[in-house]
């Protein structure tokens, strides 16, 4: 079966970092692509950041480019959301999902993706 286990969320100041982790297994991990979403109270979901782990093509959405960096580490079957420069916005939980031959233009589509883990919630105090 595949799974998705996120983890890493919690409490965090105003400008600090956090590292999030999604732990996949049960697929072959070379094929799939790798995105974060998040949704925060009231608002829909918005895909973050994508990575293609066959070439390495990446996502980010504007609101966290610059500040957020995704990679994976195929040995460990695992892709991280590096965070930094955290603001109260970014407060949300944390979504990791997966799917087969998504095209960069259509990562943020959570349509696309297949497989969801658990969320992580990420709280940015002020």
């Known amino acids: 079966d595949v799974q998705l286990q996120a983890f890493g969320g919690g409490l965090v100041q105003a400008g600090g970092p956090l590292r999030l982790s999604c732990a996949a297994s049960?697929?072959?991990?070379?094929?799939?692509?790798i995105g974060w979403f998040r949704q925060a109270p009231g608002k829909e979901r918005e895909g973050v950041s994508c990575?293609?782990?066959?070439?390495?093509?990446?996502y980010y959405a504007d609101s966290v480019k610059g500040r957020f960096t995704i990679s994976s580490d195929n040995a460990k079957n695992t892709v991280y959301l590096q965070m930094s420069s955290l603001k109260p916005a970014d407060t949300a939980v944390y979504y990791c999902?997966?799917?087969?031959?998504?095209?960069?233009?259509?990562?943020?589509?959570?349509?696309?993706?297949?497989?969801w883990g658990q969320g992580t919630l990420v709280t940015v105090s002020s």
């Open positions: 999902a997966t799917g087969r031959r998504i095209i960069i233009s259509a990562m943020s589509r959570g349509d696309m993706y297949d497989y």
């Open positions: 049960g697929f072959t991990f070379d094929d799939y692509v």
């Open positions: 990575v293609s782990i066959s070439d390495g093509s990446t």
